[in-house]
C-alpha cells in the first residue's frame, strides 16, 4: 500500500522533488497519528479518568491480578480488602481495572448518620 502511494508521487523518469519527498513523509505521519498515537493518548485518558473516579466501595482488579473491594482511599493509596480479614495497601497506579460493585456512597460521613437515625 505505501509503496504505491510512494511510487505514484515520485516521477516516472526517476527524478525526485522535494515537494513529493515532503508529501510523502506528511502522508506517513498522518498515518502514524492516526493509526498508534492517537488512540493511545484516547486510552490513556480514559485509565487516568477511571483511577480518578475510584471510591470506597469500589470492587478492582489490580495489575498484579488481586481483586477487592475499596475501604479506603487516600491520595495514592488505596486500601483492598481480598476477604477473610486480608487488607492490602496498594498505590493508585496499580489498579487494572474497576468492576464495579459500589455498595457504600464516597462521603457517607454524616449523610449516612442522619439516615440511620
Request: hydrophobic share 40%.
Given at each position: 500500500m505505501i509503496n504505491v502511494?510512494?511510487?505514484a508521487a515520485t516521477p516516472a523518469a526517476g527524478q525526485g522533488s522535494l515537494s513529493s519527498l515532503l508529501?510523502?513523509?506528511a502522508l506517513m505521519g498522518l498515518v502514524i497519528y492516526f493509526l498508534i498515537l492517537r488512540p493511545q493518548s484516547q486510552q490513556m485518558k480514559r485509565h487516568r479518568e477511571m483511577l480518578a473516579s475510584v471510591t470506597r466501595g469500589d470492587t478492582i482488579v489490580t495489575t498484579g491480578g488481586l481483586i477487592g473491594k475499596v475501604t479506603?482511599?487516600?491520595d495514592d493509596e488505596l486500601t483492598l480488602d481480598l476477604g477473610n480479614g486480608n487488607?492490602?495497601?496498594i498505590?493508585?497506579?496499580a489498579i487494572a481495572q474497576i468492576q464495579g460493585?459500589?455498595?457504600v456512597?464516597?462521603?457517607d460521613t454524616k449523610d449516612s448518620?442522619?439516615?440511620k437515625k
Open positions: 502511494i510512494i511510487q508529501f510523502t513523509f479506603k482511599v487516600t487488607k492490602v495497601k498505590i493508585r497506579s460493585g459500589k455498595s456512597a464516597a462521603n448518620k442522619s439516615k
